[in-house]
Nanobody
Framework: QVQLVESGGGLVQAGGSLRLSCAAS????????MGWFRRAPGKEREIVAA????????YYPDSKKGRFTISRDNDKKTVYLQMNSVRPQDTAVYYC??????????????????WGQGTQVTVSS
């Protein structure tokens, strides 16, 4: 089992940058496929980015390519989400999630077993 704790959220102006972190507990972090999701007010949860257990492969939906970068440090048991050129539409609660058995559907929230509590990101215009 793994516990996830997100941090790094806050208030940022449009056009600025923010880096979110997700610290994990447990000995098997390096075997988990990891993802970042977000839920904006009044909207459904959506995938932002995902990364393979070794960090070799990263995955982004087309709408998120270019401004978001996911990375991980298995020694530190942490996964990151770098957000650049943020927009007011990026305002949401951001969650990291862990999938112990990646099946190819990085975008499917139901594939992820463990979730953090979320961190609020607010982008002002």
């Amino acid at each position: 089992q793994v516990q996830l704790v997100e941090s790094g959220g806050g208030l940022v102006q449009a056009g600025g940058s923010l880096r979110l972190s997700c610290a994990a507990s447990g000995r098997t972090f390096s075997s988990y496929f990891m993802g970042w999701f977000r839920r904006a007010p009044g909207k459904e949860r959506e995938i932002v980015a995902a990364i393979s257990s070794t960090g070799t492969n990263t995955y982004y939906p087309d709408s998120k390519k270019g401004r978001f970068t996911i990375s991980r440090d298995n020694d530190k048991k942490t996964v990151y989400l770098q957000m650049n050129s943020v927009r007011p539409q990026d305002t949401a609660v951001y969650y990291c999630a862990a999938d112990p058995r990646y099946s190819g559907k990085y975008y499917d929230a139901d594939e992820y077993i463990y979730w953090g509590q979320g961190t609020q990101v607010t982008v002002s215009s």
